[in-house]
């Protein structure tokens, strides 16, 4: 399984941004059962779990984005989402998905950078 996010860039504050995340080479019965998250890695910080929901689509937040972010899974698909909102600059980090339990090696991640 190859995780693959996208959907990153350069942005505002105030603005908005939607990341993906695709297991690329997983199938139904591997993606579906699995609890979700997306991580973020700010320059010099340790990584971070930010969102997360579970496989009956369970969601809880990091207090530091709590009613700005939601995350949302398309098992068929086998894709997570991040929609981001009110965007501020302390956001500014690498984004990446993993279910829960880090199963999977880290993908390149997705630059997200606010300016002020």
Same mark, same amino acid.
């Given at each position: 399984?190859?995780?693959?996010?996208?959907?990153?860039?350069?942005?505002?504050?105030?603005?908005?941004?939607?990341?993906?995340?695709?297991?690329?080479?997983? &199938?139904?019965?591997?993606?579906?059962?699995?609890?979700?998250?997306?991580?973020?890695?700010?320059?010099?910080?340790?990584?971070?779990?930010?969102?997360? &929901?579970?496989?009956?689509?369970?969601?809880?937040?990091?207090?530091?984005?709590?009613?700005?972010?939601? &995350?949302?899974?398309?098992?068929?698909?086998?894709?997570?989402?991040?929609?981001?909102?009110?965007?501020?600059?302390?956001?500014?980090?690498?984004?990446?998905?993993?279910?829960?339990?880090?199963?999977?090696?880290?993908?390149?991640?997705?630059?997200?950078?606010?300016?002020?």
């Amino acid at each position: 399984v190859r995780l693959v996010e996208s959907g990153g860039g350069l942005v505002q504050a105030g603005g908005s941004l939607s990341l993906s995340c695709v297991a690329s080479g997983s &199938i139904f019965s591997v993606f579906a059962p699995q609890d979700w998250g997306w991580y973020r890695q700010a320059p010099g910080k340790q990584r971070e779990l930010v969102a997360s &929901i579970t496989n009956t689509r369970s969601t809880t937040f990091a207090d530091s984005v709590k009613g700005r972010f939601t &995350i949302s899974r398309d098992n068929s698909r086998k894709r997570v989402y991040l929609q981001m909102s009110s965007l501020k600059p302390e956001d500014t980090a690498v984004y990446y998905c993993n279910t829960l339990k880090e199963s999977w090696a880290w993908g390149q991640g997705t630059q997200v950078t606010v300016s002020s």
